[in-house]
């Protein structure tokens, strides 16, 4: 006879599901140094390719001599265009329906873009001959500022498509512009700005920086000959699309390639994109029969490898002299550098930049945005965010303080007074989102109790009245921002990356002794998939979460998805988790019921059994049911226990968070110390608490490198400046402020389990508070704005200008 | 991020390594620590055909004290790694500065191998231990295929990379004069982030008695092509009553005797300001620490 213990609650203890801070299943071998990364993939005679690369930000190749460098023994091949040209494979085509050189194709259009692939039987050979390429240039005029490339006779860089008129996201009206996007009404906006009470205005610059993940790209592609399979183990955080792009520009059959992600140091959406180095190796391993790898270092990556934001936004903001926002507009011109390589749903040009209204209720507003070629890299990724939601979330966050300054209002009351209210969701906005939930008042009410608001604003009043007397050289500021994401793309119907729709997917399978392997589209970079989606299955499918493996990432087994980036992996590839469970769970009532004897209608689900409703002590656990599948013939249905399911989401999923920061500043160095960081977030149903905090500190700790430092500067001459990690800021443990960490949780209502994605909010939102912080330190001297990075002399610069320094 | 080729050569004694400097000539490169070379090396700023790696010469290693007739010295072998100078308390005693200022440099991980011969003799005008051993009036011990012969800090570093040692040359020993006792001492350094060399940095050592400045020493990092010895800061403030205007006057003789450039790390005018800021801070800390010291003496 079955007995009653243990009881439910503890059953589901058991099973470690959705709401348990399991520890991270990754971390027993990340912990000990026993990941398996691209660069450790070792093969019989494999050969190590390096790129030869342009010293220069706009020049024609003249020419290409190899000579020297086949000559030096071990060198197996130098590649150019002219080689790639016979297999159309000299061009590639972007995520962004643009096409980019693979080699340089007459000429370059940035510093350390790809010219030469030389393929040699070790790295160090290989490097050697690098050197021994010897490429003759023609520099020609170089454009770094994206305004002055739509100069009339600014320098041409795009001579490939000069005389396009039109372009994959519509017409272009000059040889350096790529597109023009426009959301919302113009007119009216137009309208309510001229006839406003108050109208702020300014430049917000977010300049460009890069998501340097720790472990570079590269790959290791193998052709073997025998069986005409391609096989290529790299470092994409999207392996299904990176297959379909392979099989559609290589001719190669789409079941003759295989793509792995193997464990992966890091994205942050750098390894969204196709690099040059893949197809290289992929064609290098094709000519000579072998496995060839390409890695690239640190410098490469940072110069050549997808950058990110590079937005300069023109914003307009209306209000009535109490306070209440009447409208918004926004122009924007977008650094694409010398490709338009961004990495946004095809439909959006700009992402989803029209999220800029944010968590406010805007009745009306325009935003338009232009795409613009100059000789910087190409790239444009989501760096721990989704599409250009946080330029959209910096945009409106500053602009918010600013019409505060304006308003001589506090920035707290201003968005409070704004603020969509929780009974308006679904929220439609004026740009064309519908908002699934959210309770912004509550958010931001619970942190402002929690850190004391009014308080702090007492503290930097008598802070500042000391500094006037002389008593200190710090100042204090206070950050405040209120972000809404959009995450989890997307609905097929208006989400696709080069024609594939971005639905997710999960197949699972349970094994006879009621232990799972479950294979999922997505792939974790260090989100740990193999943690958070075992819990969800757990809760769905009544077996511990540690009898559940998750893999991913081998495109020979797991089912189709679009990978891991912009929030999306737990809003669609976990919602299709969910609904796969319950097929399984579905089939596993049926068994029950035949071998309970019972009709399936009387049977309901208990945690991890089903049982016979008003007899709890007759049921059968998925373990039983799951052996019961593979041994027993059940009338009428299939043996075994499987199911898969590909889902597209309804909508995206909004997940937001109120954030407050408070730091001094020291005028004289511009040294700034994070004395506090609060972050609410609001993602929804938590899955894992502990995973996702780890999510918001890492988040956090990017945001503070971005604000404080981080950036890829060129001078004038197009050469990157911030090239390695001695100029290219990436805090340490030492620059890390400690963060206090809090939620709300407002289920998504149309995600099966409510969850929304929580592994770039900390970014979106951090990025806005700290910048708003630096900038409130010196508003009481009448300072409005000042742009990123918040570096040591950019803040002293404030200080200068505002007569600070005596 | 590889290297050129090279051959790499791990001789035992000084003479040997002078000696295969001298066959090698101005192709080989001695190697200490290799945190500032190597990385140049990846880069291919640097290519040595030869690297001379002087890790296995005991005779480089070590700190003693001597206490002779005219004023003691402290005697560091040139081998001796940061780390180990921040674990010297005989040393921490003696000239508390070094240990203040190392610990400002790089990352415990950098520490662990660079050395002060490697940092001294490098001649880049970030390295943090130039300035420092002009602040004390080290003196560089070189060994050459002529004998051995003694350079005063002072007098080593002529412009970027360029110094008083002849390519046949090993700095062998750094040579210390120990500071008056109760002196007091500050290193001060602006760096954007830990591992990163100095925006500014300043030391000072000066001496105080009966609340007036016995004498004084001003030096400054990475704000000219050279570590920049200011001896008229030095000047105006010894003998003075450390009040506002002899720091006034000292500031104003170091910021006319540097010549930061712009970088990454800011415009010239930015450099200038944050110069004078940390000399103020260092000579504030350092006139503290010597009142302390004197009124501790005097209990
Ligand atoms: C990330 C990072 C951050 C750093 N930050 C700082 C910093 O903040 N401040 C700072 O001062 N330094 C900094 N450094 C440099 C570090 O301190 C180096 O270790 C030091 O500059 C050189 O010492 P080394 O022993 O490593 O010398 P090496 O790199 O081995 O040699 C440097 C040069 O000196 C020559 N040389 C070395 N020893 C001798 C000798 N005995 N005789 C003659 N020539 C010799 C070599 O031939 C070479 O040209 C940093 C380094 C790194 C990698």
Redesign the pocket.
């Known amino acids: 006879m079955n007995d009653q213990t243990p009881t439910a609650t503890e059953r589901a203890e058991k099973l470690q599901g959705l709401g348990c801070a399991r520890k991270r299943v990754e971390d027993a071998r990340f912990t000990q140094g026993k990941g398996n990364y691209v660069d450790d993939i070792k093969m019989p005679g494999m050969l190590f390719g390096d790129f030869v690369r342009s010293p220069y930000a706009h020049a024609r190749v003249i020419s290409v001599d190899k000579e020297a460098a086949l000559a030096l023994p071990g060198v197996v091949a130098v590649l150019t265009a002219a080689d790639l040209e016979p297999l159309n494979l000299h061009w590639m085509p972007t995520l962004a329906g643009d096409k980019q050189m693979v080699l340089a194709v007459g000429k370059v259009l940035f510093q350390g873009q790809e010219v030469a692939f030389v393929v040699a039987e070790d790295r160090y050979i290989a490097a050697d001959a690098v050197e021994l390429v010897e490429v003759e240039y023609e520099e020609l005029p170089v454009v770094v500022d994206p305004f002055k490339a739509l100069d009339p006779d600014a320098p041409v860089l795009r001579e490939d498509i000069a005389d396009q008129k039109e372009g994959a996201h519509g017409p272009r009206r000059h040889p350096n512009h790529i597109f023009t996007w426009e959301q919302g009404d113009e007119a009216a906006t137009n309208a309510v700005l001229a006839g406003a009470d108050v109208v702020a205005e300014a430049m917000i610059q977010y300049h460009r920086c890069h998501p340097c993940p720790l472990e570079t790209c590269g790959c290791v592609a193998s052709m073997d000959k025998i069986n005409g399979k391609l096989t290529v183990w790299g470092t994409f955080q999207a392996p299904h699309a990176v297959r379909t792009i392979a099989s559609l520009i290589s001719g190669i059959a789409e079941h003759n390639i295989r793509i792995v992600s193997p464990d992966i140091g890091g994205g942050f959406g750098n390894k969204v994109g196709v690099y040059p180095g893949y197809i290289c190796s992929i064609v290098a391993s094709i000519v000579t029969g072998v496995p060839v790898k390409w890695v690239e270092d640190r410098i490469e990556n940072l110069t050549a490898t997808a950058f990110a934001r590079d937005y300069w936004m023109q914003g307009k903001i209306a209000a009535t002299r109490d306070g209440k926002i009447t409208a918004l507009w926004c122009h924007t011109t977008a650094d694409h550098g010398g490709f338009d390589a961004c990495a946004d749903p095809t439909k959006f040009p700009a992402g989803f930049m029209n999220i800029c209204t944010g968590s406010y209720d805007i009745p009306v507003a325009w935003l338009s945005v232009d795409g613009v070629y100059t000789n910087k890299a190409p790239g444009g990724v989501a760096y721990r965010c989704s599409f250009r939601v946080t330029e959209a979330s910096y945009f409106i966050e500053r602009m918010i303080d600013i019409l505060a300054i304006k308003l001589d209002m506090d920035p707290v009351e201003l968005r409070l007074k704004n603020f969509i209210r929780a009974d308006q969701f679904p929220y439609h906005s004026a740009l064309g989102w519908e908002y699934d939930s959210g309770d912004y008042h509550t958010a931001m009410e619970k942190v402002l109790k929690a850190v004391d608001y009014d308080g702090l604003r007492r503290e930097q009043a008598e802070r500042l009245a000391a500094f006037k007397r002389g008593e200190t050289r710090k100042l204090m500021g206070i950050g405040v921002s209120h972000f809404t994401e959009i995450v989890g793309a997307g609905p097929v119907k208006n989400c696709d990356i080069l024609g594939l729709g971005m639905f997710d997917s999960c197949a699972i399978r349970i094994h006879p002794t009621g232990s799972v392997t479950a294979r999922l589209g997505t792939i974790s970079q260090g989100q740990g998939h193999a943690t958070t989606f075992a819990q969800i299955l757990a809760s769905e499918i009544g077996i511990p979460a540690d009898s559940i493996t998750v893999e991913e990432g081998d495109t020979d087994t797991a089912p189709y998805g679009l990978g891991t980036y912009g929030s999306r992996s737990t809003p669609v590839a976990g919602a299709a988790a969910a609904m796969a469970g319950r097929k399984i769970r579905a089939k596993a009532q049926m068994i029950a019921a035949w071998m309970l004897e019972v009709h399936d209608d009387d049977l309901e689900w208990d945690v991890d059994r089903f049982a016979v409703k008003g007899a709890p002590e007759r049921f059968k656990t998925m373990t039983e049911i799951a052996f019961a599948a593979y041994n027993q013939a059940v009338p009428g249905l299939e043996p075994g226990l499987e199911a898969v399911s590909y889902y597209d989401p309804p909508n995206m999923t909004y997940p937001f968070g109120a954030y407050v920061s408070v730091l001094d500043i020291d005028v004289d160095t511009g040294e700034v110390e994070i004395r506090r960081f609060y972050a609410l977030d609001d993602c929804g149903t938590r899955i894992n608490p502990m995973i996702i905090e780890g999510q918001v500190h890492g988040g956090l700790t990017e945001a503070v490198a971005i604000v404080l430092g981080q950036e890829i500067a060129y001078d004038e001459d197009g050469n990157v400046t911030t090239g390695t990690l ?1 100029d290219f800021f990436l805090p340490t443990a030492v620059e890390a402020p400690h963060y206090e960490t809090d939620h709300t949780t407002t289920p998504s209502p149309h995600h099966p389990i409510g969850a929304k994605g929580v592994g770039e909010s900390p970014n979106v939102g951090g990025v806005s508070c700290l910048s708003n912080a630096v900038n409130d330190a010196f508003r009481a001297f009448g300072h409005v704005h000042a742009q990123m990075p918040h570096d040591h002399w950019r803040i002293w610069k404030i200080a200068e200008g505002l007569g600070l320094h005596g | 991020m590889i290297p050129a080729p090279f051959e790499y050569h791990r001789p035992a004694s000084l003479a040997e390594a002078t000696g295969l400097l001298a066959e090698l000539g101005e192709d080989a ?11 140049m090396m990846k880069l291919r700023l640097a290519a040595p055909e030869h690297l001379i790696d ?1 890790q296995d010469i005991a005779e480089l290693k070590g700190i003693a004290r001597t206490d002779g007739e005219g004023g003691g010295e402290i005697v560091i072998g ?1 081998m001796t790694t ?1 780390h180990e100078l921040i674990a010297s308390d005989e040393l921490a005693r003696a000239v508390p500065l070094i240990r203040e200022a190392a610990l400002q ?3 415990p991980q ?1 520490r662990y ?3 002060i ?3 001294v ?2 001649g ?1 005008p ?4 130039p300035g420092l051993m002009q602040c004390l009036d080290a003196a560089f011990e070189l060994d050459g295929p002529n004998g051995r012969r003694r350079v005063a800090a002072r007098e080593f570093y002529r412009s970027a990379y360029v110094t008083a ?1 002849e390519d046949g040359e ?3 020993r750094i040579r210390i004069p120990l500071p008056a006792p109760g002196h007091g001492f500050a290193y001060e350094k602006l ?1 954007r982030k830990i ?4 925006t500014a940095a300043a030391a000072v050592l000066l001496t105080v008695s009966g609340g007036r400045c016995g004498s004084a020493s001003v030096a400054l990092t990475n704000l000219a092509d050279t570590p920049v010895f200011a001896a008229d800061a030095g000047a105006a403030l010894a003998g003075s009553d450390l009040g506002a205007a002899a720091v006034d006057a000292a500031v104003a003789a170091a910021l006319a005797a540097i010549d930061p450039a712009a970088d990454n790390r800011g415009p010239v005018a930015f450099k200038q300001h944050v110069a004078g800021v940390m000399l103020r801070r260092a000579i504030a800390r350092a006139t503290e620490r010597a009142t302390e010291r004197a009124a501790e003496q005097t209990v």
């Open positions: 001695m | 490169h001695v190697l200490a620590g290799g945190h500032s070379l190597i990385p002087l040139a940061q440099i790089a990352d950098v191998l660079g050395t011969g490697g940092n003799a490098n880049d970030g390295n943090d231990m040692r090993i700095l062998s760096k591992g990163d060399y100095a």
